[in-house]
């Protein structure tokens, strides 16, 4: 398995937000989590990424476990292995679109103009790539992130909300582009999402509640 998360809880000032949430991805595998609102699904795609700390339960990674690693190396396998769409964007604003999107690759030391020609097209972005990110609006910023997170082609995908501030037809667009790479180059893909259209393609649907997942 990909991706194996097993018995893990996260508290804030010993307030329970989530607890003995088990689940595992394959490579290949499309899973969507759903769930009310403060539940904690973004704060369970933040432990999936290392991007946060959690005080119960293990997160494995292609037999890496997680918990063992210091921030620096838990930033150097993000940066091997993870792409991240994140709901703020977290898009860099001195740097034009198609900076923001190769810098996946500039972090590992690669070069690969073609391909994030080949992602902005894909996302629908062509011909944008010397915009700087505000003159862009929401949607194209989200388009943005989500070409960076793929770039590079990750094994493991994490979404959050990654449709939620684009149109019917931009929305669709993007999940085709998100599940090719995950059904053409074997990516695990987690998707946290409000959306019923985006969770309907997922190959399993996982409601998360406080005292677990189903």
């Known amino acids: 398995m990909t991706l194996v998360v097993r018995d893990l809880a996260k508290h804030y000032a010993q307030v329970p937000v989530f607890e003995q949430v088990s689940l595992s991805v394959a490579p290949g595998e499309f899973v969507a989590i759903v769930g009310e609102s403060g539940v904690g699904k973004s704060t369970l795609l933040n432990c999936m990424a290392g991007l946060d700390h959690w005080d119960a339960g293990r997160i494995e990674h292609d037999g890496t476990d997680l918990g063992t690693l210091d921030g ?36 590992q030391g690669r070069r690969d103009d073609a391909r994030v020609a080949r992602m902005l097209e894909a996302v629908g972005l062509q011909g944008m790539g010397t ?82 997942i189903r």
């Open 72 to 107: 620096t190396a838990r930033a150097l396998w993000r940066r091997a292995h993870v792409g991240f769409v994140f709901q703020a964007f977290h898009v860099l604003p001195h740097l034009d679109v198609e900076q923001n999107v190769a810098l996946p690759l500039m972090l």
């Open 131 to 212: 915009r700087l990110p505000q003159q862009l609006s929401g949607g194209q910023l989200q388009r943005v992130a989500i070409a960076r997170a793929l770039v590079h082609r990750p094994p493991l995908l994490l979404a959050d909300e990654p449709t939620g501030n684009l149109d019917p037809s931009t929305a669709t667009r993007v999940m085709d582009v998100l599940l090719a790479q995950t059904r053409e180059h074997g990516a695990a893909l987690v998707l946290v999402t409000h959306s019923e259209a985006a969770a309907a393609r997922a190959d399993r649907v996982l409601h998360l509640r406080a005292n677990g």
